[in-house]
């Protein structure tokens, strides 16, 4: 049993080992295939730039960061993701970003699709009732590549890779002896694009 003193210290994954809560977000999860090319981007990438690859298995986009949720937090915050009506959508990731501060290279999309700022939108404004602090800075999606990167990289388009997103998951990020890995525990199926009717 650690002293008061000691838990102030725990990273937020210990934290949310001993306190019976869970680290959670949302995400967009590639299916298989798509996570081979993003992980074959990672290591084409990685053989260029000096840093951490992501693990294949990793490789995501976060829709809303919802830290460590207790059960009845977790429960609100899936009841306000299955009320979500959102429309599928195609996401084009044709860009490398690079953060300086967490030293993250990511990939990310030219255009944005409304779709997904709604998606975001509207699962940030439904948490608003689950009492859940929430990231207040605009959301930027992006897929991070690389960690640990000191260096901007020097060419910033790559091939673009088309993403057809239908649904969003919640993941709960799990600290090993190896490392953070995350687990998919929920998903939600997005709607299909309403027909549009021609007179
Ligand atoms: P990142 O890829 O830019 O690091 C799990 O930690 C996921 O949630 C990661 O994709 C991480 O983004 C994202 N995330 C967003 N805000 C976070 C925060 N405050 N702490 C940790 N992860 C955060």
Redesign the pocket.
Known sequence: MKSPEQQLQNTPVEQAKEDGTQRL?FALWPDDALRRRLAGLAEDIGSRVTGRVVAADNL?I?LV?LGALNGVRRQCAEEVAAAIRSERFTLTLDRLGYWST?R?LWAGSMQVPEALQSLAGALQAGLASCGIPL?TRPYQP?L?LMRKVNRRPTAAVIDPISWNVERFCLVE?VSGSRGVSYRVLASWRLELLSATLFP
Do not use: G, L, Q, W
Request: proline share 10%; aromatic share 20%.
């Open positions: 977000f995501h976060t960061f967490p993250i990231e992006h991070t990020s």
